[in-house]
C-alpha cells in the first residue's frame, strides 16, 4: 500500500528523495552503462566525496562496495586475522560475526554482555590481532559506549579495531579515526533498497593483508583487498557491482549534506526521546536497555508484556509497519527504526498511535 510507513529495523523506509532518484536513473540509462565506464566512475568517485565529508572520513582510508554488510565479515576474516580476533557481543549480530570466525576454525574469544547492563570487562587478550565492536546492535538496540572504543584504542594501539556502523551511521556520530575499518550496509540508516554493502578500510589493514597474502595464507579472491584497492584507485570495482544501489547512495548523501548532518542527528536524538517517552509512560512497554547511555537512538527496542501481536497488528492497520523481535523474542519485543528516513512528525504520529492503543 501507497500509503503505509515502514518502522521496521531494515529493509525500512525509503529516503524522501529515493523515488525521485529512481525516475532518474531510468532516464539516464543507469541500469545500462559499463562498470569500466567514465560515468560509472565519477558516480563512485562522488559517492566516496560525499561519504567521507558526511561521516569525516580520516585521510588515506579506502572505501569499498560488497553485496552486503555480512559479506564484510569474511572478507575482514580472510584479509586480516590469521589466527584470533576479539569480540564484544551485545546482541545476535555481533555475536554472529564471532560465530563466522569460529567456522574458520580461528582461536576467537568474545566478551558477553547481558544487554541489560554495561559490558564489565574491556580487557583484550595478547593473542587478539583484531577487535570487533558493534556500534549499535540492531537486534535488541545496544549502543557501544563511545568512551569506551577510544580507551579500547588507547590501550591496543598495535592491534586492528573493526568498528560494525550497520544501523547507525549516519545518524550517530562517530570518530572513525578510533578505529582501523569499519562497515555498514545501505538499507537502514540511508534509507535505500538492500542489496550493498560499505567497506571503509584504513591504511594498516593493508599492510596487514599484504603480509598475510605474502605468507601465502589466504586473503580472498575478487575481494582481496589489494583487488579492492587496484580497482577502487581506477574507481572501478573487481566485479560488475550494484550500480543502481550506487547511484541511489550517490544522490541521497548529497541530500543529506544539503540538510547537514548535525541536523539529522540532533533530530534522531529528538525522535528517540519521543519513543523512549512513550515507553516510559505505557505500563505495558518495558524498554529492554535500561541505562540511558547504552539505549539506541536508531533502533528502540521494548519488551511487551503479553507479547507484541495485537500491538503490531493494530498499527498496521493504521498503516504503520514497526519491527518484531528478533530471533527468540520475535513475539515478545518490539524494534522502532528511527532513521533519517522517518520524519519528526511520522515518528509523533507512531508514538500517538501506540499511546491510544494502550490507553484507549
Not at 140 to 151: L, R
Not at 302 to 317: P, T
Not at 322 to 337: L, T
Request: contains cysteine.
Amino acid at each position: 500500500m501507497l500509503n503505509q510507513l515502514f518502522f521496521t529495523p531494515g529493509p525500512s523506509q525509503l529516503y524522501p528523495s529515493v523515488p525521485q532518484h529512481l525516475q532518474n536513473a531510468i532516464r539516464e540509462h543507469i541500469g545500462s552503462i559499463s562498470h569500466r565506464g567514465k560515468k560509472f566512475q565519477m558516480i563512485f568517485q562522488e559517492m566516496k566525496e560525499s561519504l567521507t565529508d558526511i561521516l569525516k572520513i580520516p585521510p588515506h582510508y579506502e572505501i569499498f562496495v560488497t553485496s552486503s554488510a555480512t559479506e564484510i565479515w569474511e572478507r575482514i576474516i580472510q584479509n586480516l586475522i590469521t589466527t584470533s580476533s576479539h569480540h564484544f557481543v551485545n546482541g545476535s549480530f555481533s555475536k554472529k560475526f564471532y560465530d563466522f570466525t569460529t567456522a574458520y576454525l580461528l582461536k576467537s574469544t568474545s566478551q558477553v554482555s547481558d544487554f541489560s547492563q554495561e559490558f564489565i570487562d574491556f580487557k583484550i587478550p595478547n593473542s587478539a590481532e583484531l577487535i570487533s565492536i558493534t556500534q549499535n546492535e540492531t537486534s535488541v538496540g545496544y549502543t557501544f559506549n563511545p568512551a569506551e572504543i577510544k580507551n579500547i584504542r588507547e590501550n591496543n594501539p598495535d592491534k586492528l579495531i573493526a568498528l560494525d556502523l550497520v544501523s547507525s551511521a549516519p545518524a550517530i556520530p562517530v570518530d572513525l579515526s578510533l578505529v582501523d575499518t569499519a562497515y555498514f550496509s545501505v538499507q537502514k540508516c540511508f534509507g535505500l533498497p538492500a542489496g550493498m554493502g560499505v567497506w571503509i578500510v584504513g591504511p594498516k589493514c593493508f599492510e596487514v593483508s599484504k603480509v598475510k597474502k605474502s605468507k601465502n595464507e589466504i586473503v580472498g579472491s575478487y575481494h582481496s583487498l589489494s583487488e579492492l584497492k587496484k580497482n577502487g584507485d581506477k574507481n572501478q570495482t573487481p566485479e560488475t557491482p550494484n550500480i543502481l544501489g550506487l547511484y541511489l547512495l550517490k544522490n541521497v548523501l548529497k541530500d543529506m549534506q544539503l540538510k547537514g548532518i548535525q541536523s539529522i542527528q540532533n533530530e534522531t536524538k529528538y525522535k528517540s526521546a519521543l519513543i523512549f517517552q512513550i515507553f516510559d509512560q505505557i505500563t505495558e512497554l518495558k524498554t529492554i536497555v535500561k541505562q540511558p547511555l547504552n539505549q539506541s537512538k536508531t533502533v528502540c527496542v521494548s519488551d511487551v508484556v503479553g507479547g507484541n501481536k495485537g500491538l503490531i497488528r493494530y498499527l498496521k492497520s493504521k498503516h504503520l509497519i514497526i519491527g518484531s523481535g528478533y530471533g527468540d523474542f520475535k513475539n515478545q519485543h518490539i524494534r522502532i527504526a528511527n532513521f533519517p528516513a522517518h520524519s519528526k512528525e511520522s515518528i509523533e504520529m507512531l508514538v500517538d498511535e501506540i499511546g491510544k492503543y494502550f490507553n484507549g
